[in-house]
């Protein structure tokens, strides 16, 4: 593993189901966030952890729940999936909370029917 | 609210030197952010600015006004691999990240 690494890289869902968007790092890096990024907006923070044990919520986190277990792992879970889900997730890091620059994953690409 | 603000969209010449805008108001300041996204990937780390004045990196080069809440990414000799969305984020009171929509960059032979 080199980086992050985000899985699924595409997915198509029905709504209702639920879906785990994984991430995982090699960096050794204290925070983690998750991203939503729709077109014409801006990327917006779904959760975060800023060290592994806690979490915390972002802009929006509505329909979505995070864990952080370990420092390499941030999976990002779907609990009932609707069709206002669908997006590209980002999963991002940074050495601590007070950082001066944040790295990204690959991307997921979700779409919710 | 907090709100960044940059164009849309952009069109330049390759060769040529263009200048991308944002102004933001934030709850506090701790950092401007640019960063470049090509279609389809993710974005990539640019510069970083928390003082006034200008930060220069090789043909890429970033300036801020804390006063006036304004930050520009100026590009220089450009190339047609710098087609891109630029993405300009301030960091707030908390240390969360706040972005634009971003500017699409579009580089012209």
Redesign the interface.
């Known amino acids: 593993i080199a980086g992050i690494t985000q899985a699924p890289t595409s997915q198509i869902l029905a709504a209702g189901r639920r879906m785990t968007l994984r991430c995982t790092q090699d960096m050794r890096h204290n925070a983690m966030y998750w991203y939503r990024q729709d077109l ?6 779904i959760h ?1 952890s800023n060290t592994a044990g806690t979490t915390g919520k ?2 929006v986190p509505d329909g979505y729940s995070v864990s952080r277990a370990n420092t390499d792992d941030f999976p990002l879970t779907l609990a009932s999936a609707v069709p206002s889900q669908t997006s590209v997730y ?1 999963c991002a890091t940074s050495n601590d ?11 997921t690409r979700l779409t919710v029917l | 609210g907090q709100n960044i603000d940059q164009p849309t969209e952009m069109t330049a010449t390759e060769g040529a030197i263009v200048q991308i805008n944002c102004t933001y108001q934030t709850s506090g300041f701790n950092g401007l952010f640019w960063y470049q996204q090509h279609a389809g990937e993710a974005p990539t780390f640019l510069s970083y600015n928390v003082l006034d004045g200008l930060e220069e990196k090789g043909r890429f080069s970033s300036f801020l006004s804390r006063s006036k809440g304004y930050s520009y990414l100026l590009l220089k000799e450009l190339q047609m691999k710098d087609s891109a969305s630029y993405l300009c984020a301030v960091k707030d009171s908390n240390y969360q990240l706040i972005w634009g929509a971003g500017t699409k960059l579009i580089i012209k032979p």
């Open positions: 014409g907006l801006g990327l917006r923070l975060y972002g802009e980002f909370p007070s950082f001066n620059e944040q790295f990204f994953g690959p991307g």
